[in-house]
Nanobody, 115 residues
Framework: QVQLVESGGGSVQAGGSLRLSCAASGSISSIESMGWYRQAPGKQRELVARMHLSGYSTYGDSVKGRFTVSRENAKNTVSLQMNGLKPEDTAVYYC?????????WGQGTQVTVSS
């Protein structure tokens, strides 16, 4: 089992920046993929960004060029630097990990961007 604990988030005005962090703990062998998803009210959960153990990263189209995902494999942590935030980025952001053929999710942290 893997537990994910998120930190960061909060409220910011449009154009501002926030940083999310997530630490994995528990019985970990090798986390293949780690990253972030988000879910806005009335919408489906969507990919924000994730990074493979190899360093290859994938971003959702709406955040490309504004958000940057990073990992520290040795510490089992992942971070998301969010710049140029827009009101449409408002959502609950979930940390995600894929390890040993299983998906794990954090509790979620609220990000609110006001215009």
């Amino acid at each position: 089992q893997v537990q994910l604990v998120e930190s960061g988030g909060g409220s910011v005005q449009a154009g501002g920046s926030l940083r999310l962090s997530c630490a994995a703990s528990g019985s970990i062998s090798s986390i293949e993929s780690m990253g972030w998803y988000r879910q806005a009210p009335g919408k489906q959960r969507e990919l924000v960004a994730r990074m493979h153990l190899s360093g290859y990263s994938t971003y959702g189209d709406s955040v490309k060029g504004r958000f940057t995902v990073s990992r520290e494999n040795a510490k089992n942590t992942v971070s998301l630097q969010m710049n140029g935030l827009k009101p449409e980025d408002t959502a609950v952001y979930y940390c995600y990990a894929f390890e040993d053929a299983r998906e794990y999710w954090g509790q979620g942290t609220q990000v609110t961007v006001s215009s």
